[in-house]
């Protein structure tokens, strides 16, 4: 098989992005966070290697506790860790999340920041939780939020190479494919892409809407 060009790949970039727009023309996050750009962050902190399923039956017990950002500042982390036992690595993250509201106290006023760079500093915080809060919560497109579902949907389609063999990698090969007006709704559409057909263990192939954009389709 001929190597594909730049040219054709964006534009089987693009098409798949045309589809995944009709097929989830209102693609969400499915982490509830109230409206509220600290709990979004938080729960998007606390899904790292976990479930968003699992972090929605946390959050409502911790928000009940901490309902403000001191509130969860100046919490005890035994206390915490109780609260989100259920998800993985919960002492970590119990740990980010108390110092993460502490610096928000301490250096952002009690509010979120608006900079991928500065939100970057928050303990627990990459720029896969920056891309998203960014995003989500004040709908500034700044790049691609690559997480496990989106790297492996990137490397299925061919979008990314073997080379882009971590999620920062993987975002830049995105980037480099496509326009940034397409790039805000990426994340929750391929999501919910991974969820309901391209499911890693058993994708379904003879009912994926891009199966003749994919490379893959049919060969897992």
């Not at 919490?75 to 690595?89: H, K, L, Y």
């Amino acid at each position: 098989m001929p190597r594909e060009t730049v040219k054709a790949k964006r534009e089987r970039a693009i098409e798949i992005a045309q589809r995944m727009n009709e097929h989830y023309p209102a693609a969400e996050c499915a982490l509830h966070y109230w409206g509220d750009p600290f709990k979004l962050t938080i729960a998007v902190l606390l899904s790292a290697q976990t479930t968003d399923k699992g972090v929605n039956k946390v959050t409502p017990a911790l928000w009940e506790r901490y309902p403000a950002v001191a509130d969860l500042a100046s919490a005890n982390p035994a206390d915490v860790e109780e609260i989100i036992r259920t998800i993985g690595f919960y002492r970590t993250k119990a740990a980010n999340v108390i110092k993460c509201a502490q610096l928000v106290v301490s250096e952002y006023g009690g509010q979120i920041p608006r900079d991928i760079d500065e939100l970057q500093k928050l303990p627990g915080v990459g720029r896969k939780t920056a891309n998203v809060v960014l995003n989500e919560a004040f709908g500034i497109v700044e790049g691609i939020a690559v997480d496990t579902h989106v790297f492996r949907i990137a490397h299925k389609l061919k979008l990314a190479g073997p080379s882009a063999d971590t999620p920062a990698k993987t975002e830049d090969a995105l980037l480099k494919l496509y326009p940034r007006e397409w790039w805000g709704p990426i994340n929750h559409q391929w999501v919910l892409f991974g969820r309901e057909t391209c499911i890693a263990r058993r994708p379904k192939c003879g009912e994926c809407f891009i199966c003749d954009l994919c490379p893959n389709c049919g060969k897992a």
